[in-house]
């Protein structure tokens, strides 16, 4: 059997208590999932480094120890990685959220734009269809007017001269509307 020398195994398995300690309150400060991992990784190695403590040279208890400890640190290893993964992942959607809000702002943009350009190439066609509809309104007007100037001056002639027309003379009501049928 071999013969273990006491004060360097303790010093060597107390060093490495401390250090997957120390990991394990980064892992804790991190994710609750690392402090899982961590306090049993932590837990193996403080359990080992007692062992050698009460044990004194007993290698096999030191061995459980630092293994604890491995597995411990393993462990914290796994979660971290695993909560990197995540952690990419939300990014990556985020970034796949920014780029879509991107890409409907810019289209809302190009919509705004044509329409705009639309409107302002066909600004000349409806100036001109006011226009005509203006025109059309005073023609009727003038239509009418002229009718009842007609109308009036007939009627004026039926009264100097006294004689009963056969023809009935036009009312303002038809004249209308044969100016509004054309």
Known sequence: MTKFHHPTI??????LALAIFGFGLLGSVQSAFAQTGCAAGGGGATGGGRAIGRMGAN?????????GGQQGLSQVQQLMMVQQFQQSQQRQQEMLRAREMQQARDEAMRRQQATASLAEMNRPKFQSQRKSTAERAAERREMYFRAREAKLA???????SDEPDDQESPTIANTIAVVLDE
């Open 10 to 15: 303790c010093r060597i398995a107390r060093h």
């Open 154 to 160: 007939k009627s004026q002639q039926m009264d100097d």
């Open 59 to 67: 290698g096999g208890l030191a061995a459980q120890g630092v293994q």
